[in-house]
C-alpha cells in the first residue's frame, strides 16, 4: 500500500521479480571509552523479501550479497506461505512464483562532527 493508502503496490504479476528491503534493528559495536568519539561503528540487520517467477532468484541474490563487501550474508528463509501472508497480506496464493527472505548485516560508520 502506498503512503497515503490509496494504491496497492507489493506484488504485480507483470514483474518476474518484486523485492522491498525492511531494516530490523541496529546494534553500536563495542568502542573504547573516553572522550567524544568522532565516529561509530553499528551493524544494522535488514530482511530482504522477495516474490519471484524466476527459480534461481533467491541463488543470485545471495551471490549478489555475498560478492559485496560490507555486507554479511546471514540466511535465508523459504516458507513462502508464511512469507506471503506476514509481508505481502496473501492468505493464498497460486505456486507460479514463489516467496523467500533473504537476512543480511550492513556495518555502518556514523561520523559525528561537533557543531559550535
Not at 530490523?24 to 571509552?33: F, G, H, I, N, Y
Not at 524466476?54 to 508464511?82: P, V
Not at 543480511?104 to 561537533?114: A, G, H, L
Amino acid at each position: 500500500m502506498t503512503i497515503d493508502g490509496s494504491q496497492y503496490c507489493a506484488i504485480d504479476d507483470t514483474y518476474n521479480l518484486v523485492i522491498f528491503l525492511v531494516r530490523e534493528s541496529a546494534s553500536v559495536e563495542a568502542t573504547p571509552a573516553g572522550g567524544r568519539a568522532s565516529s561509530l561503528l553499528r551493524t544494522v540487520n535488514f530482511k530482504l523479501i522477495a516474490n519471484s517467477k524466476i527459480s534461481s532468484a533467491e541463488f543470485a541474490l545471495t551471490t549478489l550479497i555475498n560478492r559485496t563487501k560490507g555486507i554479511t550474508y546471514q540466511g535465508t528463509g523459504y516458507d513462502s506461505k508464511a512469507i506471503a501472508r506476514q509481508y505481502f497480506g496473501i492468505q493464498e496464493h497460486n505456486f507460479e512464483t514463489s516467496f523467500f527472505t533473504i537476512d543480511f548485516q550492513v556495518t555502518e560508520r556514523i561520523s559525528c562532527e561537533v557543531s559550535c
